[in-house]
């Protein structure tokens, strides 16, 4: 009988430059989304960072590792640092939790993102991208991201609120909401022990992030005292119950819950809204294809959610820029128990991570990576390895509000790309800047009549 000889499967890389006390923080706090990328041409499929001193966190980089760990071994892992950090603001929301507490609160969330229900939004979205283009002028100079993410908050507190917050609160709300998303993105790359230093980044998100639940708290206050069913999200949320209880939602759940659609809903909508426009205006041609197809589909009427699958072109614009600037630059889960990933056994709290924008800008997956080409999706040799697309995660995690997501942006371009052209000055390049989320760097363009 031939002996079985046992191979040790090779050991996994570290990082370069990781210093006593900050581990990786230098290099993260220079250019985060450099560092992440270079792992990928550098390091196998698994490489070794260190984000918080005394611990170990795994990047995996190999597409099927990256969908084993989220599908096969989703119930084995916790969420990791990246949620970890996001709770200090959230609490216990749908996102930040794992196993049985994220299944409840994701049924309990579900109805609000049902067919029907996001059908009902549509109306309300197109009404607000109406109202904020009409308050646009030929020649304006408008700050992009600035623009999407009001226009974005906009369309989510209607869906939410129904409108009840007045411009001031809102006005607030959008400014403590891009203070608090800035400083989570800071305090995923430094060492825990900075956030208890009394540094001015620190105050001002703990101001932020206190006036962030103030306003949301307030709302749902004032509508449970109402009693009346606006129709909203928010309404959803005051009929549902918990499951472990029986007992309706507390105002604190709803909050965190609210609060995590706000801040997923405004930062990454917005951010695709304004790297869509910017990729359009570079490239003229796609965007006279853009405007045919809505020529053709919707003459002169307005959008509706059942246009949504009825325009394919439009859709697979989005689908590209889903890969060329998606807003994650990291992803975390943490080992539960010993848990086997690929020919790797890991630890019980092992910190793991991916990187959907280097991911998706892979040369080894994708060919031109850096190249906008929406019709690269037609191709089947250009298709990328499963695991090599996830723009809204896999598995039971998966993100909730994906639909509705690609409602908000059907509906907000196909209102601003009809209405007005929005154009660069020559020369000019949006550079990416990793936050809490990747987002482009100042995009200033002009309005043009169309």
């Given at each position: 009988m031939t002996p079985v000889t046992l191979v040790a499967p090779p050991p996994i890389p570290r990082a370069a430059g990781?210093?006593?006390?900050?581990?990786?923080?230098?290099?993260?706090?220079?250019?985060?989304?450099?560092?992440?990328?270079s792992l990928r041409g550098r390091y196998g499929p698994l490489v070794e960072i260190t984000l918080q001193p005394g611990t170990r966190t795994l990047v995996v980089q190999d597409p099927a590792l990256i969908r084993t760990m989220l599908t096969e071994l989703a119930p084995t892992l916790d969420k990791g640092r990246f949620f970890d950090k996001m709770g200090q603001l959230l609490g216990e929301s749908v996102v930040t939790v794992a196993g049985q507490n994220h299944v409840r609160k994701r049924r309990q969330l579900q109805p609000a993102f049902g067919r029907r229900e996001i059908a009902g939004y549509v109306d309300v979205m197109r009404?607000?991208?109406?109202?904020?283009?009409?308050?646009?002028?030929?020649?304006?100079?408008?700050?992009?991201?600035?623009?999407?993410?009001?226009?974005?908050?906009?369309?989510?507190?209607?869906?939410?609120?129904?409108?009840?917050?007045?411009?001031?609160?809102f006005r607030r709300l959008r400014q403590d909401i891009v203070v608090v998303m800035d400083s989570v993105g800071v305090r995923i790359m430094l060492p825990d022990w900075v956030e208890r230093l009394p540094l001015p980044f620190n105050r001002r998100f703990t101001r932020a992030r206190d006036a962030v639940h103030a306003t949301i708290s307030k709302a749902v206050a004032d509508l449970r005292s109402t009693g009346h069913d606006t129709g909203d999200m928010l309404s959803m949320m005051l009929r549902a119950e918990d499951e472990a209880t029986g007992l309706p939602l507390t105002d604190q759940q709803i909050c965190s819950e609210i609060l995590t659609l706000a801040l997923a809903g405004t930062e990454n909508t917005a951010t695709v809204l304004a790297w869509t426009l910017y990729e359009l205006a570079r490239h003229p041609d796609i965007e006279t294809r853009v405007l045919a197809e809505l020529h053709e589909v919707l003459g002169d009427r307005p959008v509706t959610f059942d246009d949504i699958t009825r325009l394919p072109y439009l859709n697979r614009v989005i689908t590209e820029i889903l890969r060329l600037h998606h807003t994650g630059w990291i992803v975390t889960r943490r080992t539960l128990a010993e848990t086997r990933l690929g020919q790797w056994t890991l630890p019980a709290g092992t910190d793991l991570a991916y990187c959907q924008h280097a991911l998706h800008r892979d040369p080894d997956y994708y060919p031109r990576p850096l190249t906008f080409d929406p019709d690269r999706w037609l191709d089947e040799k250009q298709k990328p390895p499963p695991g090599g697309f996830i723009p809204w995660g896999a598995g039971k995690h998966k993100c909730i509000g994906d639909r509705f997501a690609m409602t908000e942006l059907v509906t907000g371009l196909s209102t601003i790309l009809r209405r007005v052209r929005l154009r660069l000055a020559p020369g000019q390049i949006v550079r990416p800047v990793g936050r809490a989320t990747v987002r482009p760097g100042k995009m200033m363009m002009t309005v043009r009549e169309r």
């Open positions: 990781s210093l006593p006390l900050l581990g990786h923080a230098i290099q993260l706090w220079h250019d985060n989304l450099a560092f992440i990328a009404g607000q991208v109406t109202e904020a283009v009409d308050s646009w002028r030929p020649g304006q100079l408008l700050d992009v991201r600035e623009t999407m993410i009001k226009l974005s908050l906009g369309m989510l507190t209607q869906t939410i609120f129904s409108g009840s917050l007045d411009a001031d609160t």
